[in-house]
């Protein structure tokens, strides 16, 4: 099997685990202040895989060398495989899983949007937006492309970051 699907794979896997533990835990249902949170740290998951795959991909080239195009279009491919995965997944979590999330989350947002004094038709404009985003069709944007998007500034990054590594240790 190719590195970016493995890679690709177990980004996925772990991100819907990750998303799954928020729901057991109940920080989309009972605790939401804390789920609004907790998200952010499942962005740890594809760092570390898209890193395990670069590093990967640089001990595996011939010269030990690993260009940043390589780099950014191994990330791609693992990233866009992970990120259909979990698109899959959230279309089963929003309809049968837990199809109040979203409600759940919009209590918690709407209470802190009119906390700030913002207005009533500001507050039904980010509801729409909410709503929208998390539809089947808005979570192409917000799931699929983003997480490629995401995956490739961060193979950037960490391509850079491998090829400094590698500088600094040659002889």
């Known amino acids: 099997m190719r590195p ?8 996925g896997a772990g991100v819907c685990l990750w998303i799954a533990a928020e729901y057991l835990l109940g920080f989309h249902t009972t605790h939401p202040r804390i789920g609004e949170y907790t998200g952010y740290f499942s962005t740890l998951i594809p760092l570390v895989f898209l890193y395990l795959l670069l590093r990967r991909k640089q001990s595996s080239a011939k010269d030990g060398r690993l260009t940043i195009r390589q780099g950014i279009a191994s990330g791609v491919v693992a990233s866009f495989l992970a990120a259909l995965i979990v698109y899959g997944f959230m ?10 999330w979203i409600d759940n989350a919009l209590l918690v947002k709407v209470a802190a949007m009119r ?39 961060f193979s950037l990054l960490l391509t850079i970051l491998l090829r400094f590594k590698k500088q600094r240790t040659a002889p």
């Not at 970016?4 to 980004?11: P, S, V």
């Not at 192409?140 to 998007?149: G, R, S």
């Open 4 to 11: 970016e699907f493995k890679y690709g794979l177990l980004t």
């Open 115 to 153: 906390a700030k004094g913002i207005g009533e038709l500001q507050i039904r404009r980010e509801i729409t937006f909410y709503r929208n985003a998390n539809s089947a069709s808005g979570m192409i944007a917000t799931t699929v492309l983003a997480m490629t998007v995401v995956g490739a500034f």
């Open 91 to 100: 279309l089963a979590y929003n309809r049968w899983i837990d199809p109040d």
